[in-house]
């Protein structure tokens, strides 16, 4: 195990090392802050809105639990995991539309209008998954009574 950490952390290190050698070789030095402000905005969306918006529905979840399936809590925690990050890659679309470009053609779409017809077509999977679910399992409850 430790020669597996080991070679992992070096892999690690080696990547990071590449990784800056290609950041200092080919972007800009003007656009780097830029780049920097934008990988810290990222971090701090999925550290203080993601991270803690699916711990507290997974806890929500996990405390009616009791009336759900496992089944169901993976459903729902899948798609809130699945929305949440869906949100977080479309909104600098939608800030960056809403600021306007000098290209129309770069940002062509209503990115806000897409994002909540997607995030409703995930609700109602859910809900569709849930309902479907709630009747198998009744009938596997339900006993037959045949005479």
């Known amino acids: 195990m430790r020669a597996a950490r080991t070679v992992l952390v070096v892999v690690g290190v080696l990547v990071i090392a590449f990784g800056a050698y290609v950041l200092?070789?080919?972007?800009?030095?003007?656009?780097?802050?830029?780049?920097?402000?934008?990988?810290?905005?990222?971090?701090v969306l999925h550290d203080a809105i993601l991270s803690p918006f699916v711990v507290a529905v997974g806890l929500l979840l996990r405390r009616t639990g009791r009336a759900l399936r496992a089944w169901a809590l993976v459903v729902v925690q899948a798609v809130v995991v699945l929305g949440s990050v869906l949100a977080l890659v479309v909104l600098p679309e939608i800030a960056a539309k809403a600021q306007?470009?000098?290209?129309?053609?770069?940002?062509?779409?209503?990115?806000?209008?897409?994002?909540l017809?997607?995030?409703?077509?995930?609700?109602?999977?859910?809900?569709a998954?849930?309902?479907?679910?709630?009747?198998?399992?009744?009938?596997?409850?339900e006993p037959t009574t045949k005479q």
């Not at 306007?100 to 994002?115: E, H, I, M, S």
Request: aromatic share 4%; charged share 15%.
């Open 129 to 141: 998954v849930l309902v479907v679910g709630a009747v198998r399992s009744r009938r596997l409850v």
């Open 24 to 43: 200092v070789t080919t972007v800009r030095p003007v656009r780097i802050g830029g780049l920097a402000t934008w990988l810290l905005g990222a971090v």
């Open 100 to 115: 306007g470009q000098k290209n129309p053609t770069v940002l062509p779409f209503d990115y806000g209008a897409r994002l």
């Open 117 to 127: 017809l997607v995030e409703g077509v995930l609700l109602l999977v859910v809900v």
